[in-house]
């Protein structure tokens, strides 16, 4: 209860307050004290209030007086944004305005780093006097180029800018109309533009690929190997396997999608022989041995540490490893030997695991299936490949499915249902469809195998605290949890009040929306008041799956976090010399954070590119009525989603500001003056009015 006080008051406060302003505001005395430094600090951690200079308290989000900030927006009237260079806890970090006809702002252009002085709040926005300009380093904008008559103007493809930047004759490079282009931006304007200068032309924006593309060089994601990369990929062909045990006799099965070619999983279960362990399982789950071709220390290892994991485009794979080993050496694919780390798992009839064995081996797949063919012959329709192994493989591995499910049942995870879109392209790369992705009992299957070799390793790995990453995911913060309940209160649906929250609570948050048509929606809501899972060297544990220990180990082919498990587990029981050395067990801090970020990079490059294809595909239906569904409300907006498509596009408030004059922020609804109203989550009809596929950007209508 103190804690929410605390906050609170702090919430109040347009300044930063001491410890003792809180203490004697909220009558905090003696012993309780004691508490009060604690609820601070537990603040601090949950990224609710910050620490300043002269131990003040301030919120996450509440700005100091001076702060460093970068320009990231010049727009038409010459009137130049910028934003905070420390990161806010806001989804969007806050909009700082310079102080207009300030002789300063000419010497500052999209990119620069000024310090500045906050002067007052407008309203919305904040205004802002330089006070230094500390660096003019030019930002790099990718974008399309138009050839005109005094030169040349690059539309970029960011959503947030709709400007236009110009580019002189001399700075265009060997740019063609309609051109994807890096360039640089430049000081001064051009008739009121921001000015640019070309630096690299890629390929015309109609091609093939240019949605990825553009996701690409936006993201900064490395889609090229270093020579050397290649060459030591090359050499990784004459390794021999020695030492190691031969599972070449047990049938072994890979599982993934039709489309899939870097398979570093397969698994085996039968029925545990031990009489004391009735109706239990024996479950093997075999990884392929990346370690034994990625050297600590080598280009492989730089290359894959740079990229910390594999980007799956719609239309493409940017790969963490060379393909000679991602989809050739390391793959597991069947009637190959290959070298992988093997766990033995036996688990109870409950799913619970009571023991665990660990091995380098040398296995053979005996089959590649996919989760359609494995979900079909569990149903009774086999094929050629799944007949023979019906007995042997697949019905036993289902058997062991339900023992994990029970467990997981038990421990009440989040069941998040999202439908996830497949684009489906033509020969010639061009969008044709869009699909629902089936989500079959065999996807699930082969989760709940991985899940407990995750949990296996981070238990053995955590036992005397050997140096390892770990996959920690936090518990909802109490800001979040306080928008959550207000957002699912619109749509009759409750958070239970004052309890500490748990798995189980959102799982039956999401039971209740079960058979309702916003059911995606407060689905999506739930995952938006979760906590970002991360990597980190310390076992936190992983609210999310209801786990102690988590980590990520059998995905070592596209994830660099998985990779150091095993070198890890490879180091702790001493299976070969080829484990985690000292200077990597320093970085681990270092390393976890940058895999965290290279995974939130990558996520949205996915997203960027999905866009983009699928507004490049909606131009067609420009003027066309769809079914939507309401997906967010704000003062200035109106989101909605395509539930066909699986694309959200915004209603400008100002197209249905005289249907709609007052929106209630807490309860989500926008309230027009006959009494009519617009809620979150309500079906509505909207019109395609604009698809920009170069921004990916869709503007929609009320039908």
């Not at 600090?41 to 001076?66: A, F, H, M, V, W």
């Not at 996807?443 to 709940?448: C, F, Q, S």
């Not at 929106?663 to 009015?689: A, C, P, S, T, Y």
Request: hydrophobic share 35%; proline share 4%.
């Amino acid at each position: 209860m103190l804690k929410k006080k605390v906050l609170q008051y702090i919430q109040e406060c347009s300044h930063s307050i001491s410890k003792n302003q809180i203490a004697r505001f909220l009558k905090v005395r003696g012993d309780n004290r004691i508490s009060l430094k604690k609820i601070l600090n537990d603040l601090i951690k949950e990224s609710e209030i910050r620490k300043e200079k002269g131990n003040r308290y301030c919120l996450y989000t509440q700005l100091p007086k001076t702060l460093v900030t970068k320009v990231v927006n010049i727009n038409d009237d010459g009137e130049i944004f910028c934003t905070p260079l420390e990161e806010t806890t806001q989804s969007q970090p806050p909009t700082i305005l310079l102080e207009p006809n300030d002789k300063k702002n000419n010497q500052v252009s999209m990119g620069s780093k000024i310090l500045i002085k906050i002067k007052k709040d407008k309203g919305q926005i904040m205004l802002g006097k330089i006070l230094k300009i500390i660096d003019k380093e030019r930002d790099q904008i990718v974008g399309v180029y138009w050839e005109t008559a005094q030169g040349g103007t690059i539309q970029t493809t960011s959503k947030k800018e709709r400007f236009k930047y110009f580019v002189d004759k001399d700075d265009s490079g060997d740019a063609q109309s309609g051109d994807i282009v890096i360039a640089e931006t430049k000081p001064g304007r051009y008739f009121g533009s921001p000015t640019a200068k070309v630096l690299k032309s890629l390929q015309n924006f109609k091609k093939p690929g240019s949605a990825s593309l553009i996701a690409i060089m936006n993201q900064k994601i490395p889609n090229i190997f270093p020579k050397e990369t290649l060459d030591e990929a090359q050499k990784a062909k004459s390794k021999i396997f020695t030492n190691r045990s031969d599972l070449r006799k047990i049938p072994l099965v890979t599982i993934d999608g039709e489309d899939a070619k870097d398979y570093d999983d397969s698994i085996f279960s039968e029925a545990d022989q031990n009489k004391n362990n009735k109706d239990g399982w024996h479950i093997i789950i075999a990884i392929a041995d990346v370690a034994f071709y990625v050297r600590s220390g080598g280009e492989l290892d730089h290359t894959a540490r740079e990229r910390g994991n594999s980007t799956y485009l719609p239309d493409q794979v940017i790969p963490m490893l060379p393909e000679i080993l991602s989809n050739g050496l390391c793959s597991l694919q069947p009637n190959k030997d290959r070298a992988c780390i093997a766990i033995h798992i036996w688990i109870n009839k409950s799913g619970e695991m009571i023991n665990t064995r660990f091995e380098r081996a040398l296995m053979r797949s005996c089959a590649r299936l996919t989760y359609k063919q494995v979900q079909s012959a569990h149903e009774g329709k086999t094929d050629r490949i799944t007949k023979p192994i019906m007995d042997t493989v697949i019905e036993p591995i289902y058997g062991a499915y339900q023992a994990l499910l029970e467990k997981r049942k038990e421990r009440g995870t989040i069941e998040i249902e999202i439908p996830e879109n497949k684009i489906v392209f033509d020969k010639d790369g061009k969008v044709d469809s869009v699909a629902i992705r089936e989500r079959l009992d065999s996807h699930k299957l082969i989760e709940e195998f991985m899940i407990s070799a995750n949990e296996a390793v981070a238990k053995e790995l955590s036992s005397n605290y050997y140096p390892c990453i770990f996959r920690v995911h936090k518990q909802p913060t109490e800001s979040k949890l306080e928008i959550l309940e207000s957002t699912l209160s619109t749509l009759d649906i409750h958070l239970p009040k004052n309890i500490k929250p748990k798995p189980k609570h959102f799982r039956d948050i999401l039971d209740k929306a079960k058979n309702k048509n916003v059911f995606t929606l407060v689905n999506e809501l739930v995952l938006r008041s979760q906590s970002k899972a991360e990597y980190s060297p310390q076992n936190t544990g992983h609210f999310g799956l209801g786990l102690r220990n988590y980590t990520h180990f059998t995905s070592p082919i596209r994830r660099y976090s998985d990779l150091i498990v095993h070198r890890a587990l490879i180091s702790k029981l001493k299976l070969g010399s080829d484990g985690l050395d000292n200077p990597t067990k320093s970085r681990l801090e270092e390393i976890s954070a940058h895999i965290s970020e290279t995974e939130r990079r990558s996520e949205a490059a996915e997203r960027e590119a999905f866009e983009r294809f699928m507004a490049n595909f909606l131009k067609k239906y420009t003027g066309k009525v769809f079914k939507g569904i309401v997906s967010g409300i704000t003062n200035f907006n109106i989101f909605a989603r395509i539930p066909q498509y699986g694309i959200d596009g915004i209603i400008p408030y100002r197209s249905v500001r005289r249907h709609y004059r007052f929106f209630d922020q807490k309860k989500q609804i926008l309230i027009g003056r006959n009494g009519q109203h617009l809620k979150l989550g309500e079906e509505i009809k909207v019109k395609i009015e604009e698809s920009d596929h170069i921004t990916g950007g869709l503007i929609l209508s009320l039908a």
